[in-house]
T-cell receptor, first 114, second 115 residues
Framework: GESVGLHLPTLSVQEGDNSIINCAYSNSASDYFIWYKQESGKGPQFIIDIRSNMDKRQGQRVTVLLNKTVKHLSLQIAATQPGDSAVYFCAENYSGAGSYQLTFGKGTKLSVIP | EPEVTQTPSHQVTQMGQEVILRCVPISNHLYFYWYRQILGQKVEFLVSFYNNEISEKSEIFDDQFSVERPDGSNFTLKIRSTKLEDSAMYFC?????????????FGNGTRLTVT
């Protein structure tokens, strides 16, 4: 049958405000998580990662929070800028499987209002 | 900053034809990957490659697909006898190691259109 395209959740944020993008991951055994940003016509761009032995990790203007109890990951972007407009994907990996095969989430489209 | 480069950016082919998608991974990286993204859908793993052999492949990566590292810089994905449903963005990625201390870096993709 014909595949149905995903309807991406969309988050609209005023420039300068903080953004929070959420992700529910699927595998409770996953121990490594990455956030990617994908702009139109480009490949996924690495933003930040976190291992399962951590709850929080900060980068430049970005923070990732991990809640293993409820299998939830979030990406916080401080002082959101127009250049942050993109689709954001979380990805998970279970390193115990001996592979580096990322499983991507559905993605959230972030639109920054100038 | 080093980056993964892919050619061509757009490839149009007729159903049943063979296509080769090309990638130049980051030069000191050892692990190479192909992912694909059908329009409007998730990014999906196809195959990983290390030390001149496939490390892991998904169910999507059937006998129609093959990968090769023909020289010290290129990494290719060959699709034999393309089908309409092969139309997608194909992303090449590389990492320094196979572990989680070296995130995957993706190229900008090749848009494959099968008519």
């Amino acid at each position: 049958g014909e595949s149905v395209g995903l309807h991406l959740p969309t988050l609209s944020v005023q420039e300068g405000d903080n953004s929070i993008i959420n992700c529910a991951y699927s595998n409770s055994a996953s121990d490594y998580f990455i956030w990617y940003k994908q702009e139109s016509g480009k490949g996924p761009q690495f933003i930040i990662d976190i291992r399962s032995n951590m709850d929080k990790r900060q980068g430049q203007r970005v923070t990732v929070l991990l809640n293993k109890t409820v299998k939830h990951l979030s990406l916080q972007i401080a002082a959101t800028q127009p250049g942050d407009s993109a689709v954001y994907f979380c990805a998970e990996n279970y390193s115990g499987a001996g592979s580096y095969q990322l499983t991507f989430g559905k993605g959230t489209k972030l639109s920054v209002i100038p | 900053e080093p980056e993964v480069t892919q050619t061509p950016s757009h490839q149009v082919t007729q159903m049943g034809q063979e296509v080769i998608l090309r990638c130049v991974p980051i030069s000191n990286h050892l692990y190479f990957y192909w992912y694909r993204q059908i329009l409007g859908q998730k990014v999906e793993f196809l195959v990983s490659f290390y030390n001149n052999e496939i490390s892991e492949k998904s169910e999507i990566f059937d006998d129609q697909f093959s990968v090769e590292r023909p020289d010290g810089s290129n990494f290719t994905l060959k699709i034999r006898s393309t089908k309409l449903e092969d139309s997608a963005m194909y992303f090449c990625a590389s990492s320094g190691t196979g572990g989680t201390d070296s995130p995957l870096h993706f190229g900008n993709g090749t848009r494959l259109t099968v008519t």
